[in-house]
């Protein structure tokens, strides 16, 4: 009865409300959003609609993310490989990040979510940045569900980012080499806050990880799915948590 009333005053789905009682939500959760080209292809539209579809995606599984007290998301946006598509979609893409916050950044700061930047912020053109620090600066102090967006990020470069910063203070005589162990590499690392994920999920089905959160990745269970990621829903987002539940995690334990 108690856990009805919840749900019609939280308007939870029943599924949703099924998930948070198990009690074992992951704390965090890393999405690879594939697909959008491929959903484009299929319904004779350009690439670029695949994008904006998706990003319409993004909005519903934070949401439904929110819903159930996950407290981490890092979302792959934008891989250091992705420079290599066509000029006109890379600036397209460049764009995404200031459309999307120009409508959801107030509605975040509403909901108490926390964004932030994971990847190198070298090449991204400035009004993309822009938009980025501003929407930093205003939710930094926010407690809620930390959003993470993986955008030129690639996980090889933020472990030679880690070891020249390591090697740097070896030179320095600030740090022995015995003192590099796990701790000491992940503290250089774009997620030395974060913790590592506790699931990743990839959308169109590919089985791979394609550089992403390769050190951090060790332990987490990995969920794939078939389904395009314009049209993954919060359905299918609560089926791959529930199936993460059912699963038992040893860590390299009997
Ligand atoms: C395209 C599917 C949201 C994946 C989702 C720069 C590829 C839509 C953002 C976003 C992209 C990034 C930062 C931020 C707020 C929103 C985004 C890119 C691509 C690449 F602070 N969707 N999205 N950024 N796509």
């Not at 319904?43 to 007290?69: F, Q, S």
């Not at 006109?88 to 700061?109: N, R």
Request: glycine share 6%; aromatic share 8%; net charge negative.
């Amino acid at each position: 009865m108690l856990e009805q009333l919840t749900q019609m005053f939280t308007r939870k789905s029943k599924q949703a409300a099924a998930i948070e009682a198990s009690s074992d939500i992951p704390v965090h959760v890393a999405v690879i959003m594939d697909g959008n080209g491929r959903w484009a292809k299929m319904r004779n539209l350009p690439r670029i609609a695949g994008h904006r579809a998706g990003m319409k995606a993004v909005k519903e599984i934070v949401k439904a993310a929110d819903a159930i007290g996950v407290k981490y998301m890092t979302m792959y946006a934008f891989s250091t490989e992705n420079w290599k598509r066509p000029q006109e979609e890379v600036d397209f893409l460049m764009k995404l990040p200031q459309e999307f916050l120009s409508t959801e950044l107030d509605e975040l700061i509403e909901r108490n979510v926390c964004l932030k930047m994971l990847g190198s912020k070298d090449e991204l053109p400035s009004h993309t940045l822009e938009a980025l620090e501003i929407a930093e600066e205003k939710t930094k102090g926010n407690t809620g569900l930390q959003l993470n967006f993986a955008l030129n990020y690639g996980s090889r470069k933020e472990m030679i980012h880690a070891m020249q910063e390591l090697a740097r203070k070896v030179q320095a005589g600030e740090l022995q080499p015995e003192e590099i162990d796990e701790a000491a590499v992940a503290r250089h690392l774009y997620t030395r806050d974060i913790p590592e994920p506790d699931l990743m999920i990839r959308t169109s089905g590919e089985i791979r990880l394609s550089n992403f959160m390769l050190w951090q990745l060790a332990y987490t269970e990995l969920w794939f799915t078939d389904v395009l990621w314009p049209d993954f829903t919060k359905e299918h987002f609560y089926q791959a948590i529930a199936e993460y539940q059912g699963r038992g995690r040893r860590y390299g334990a009997v």
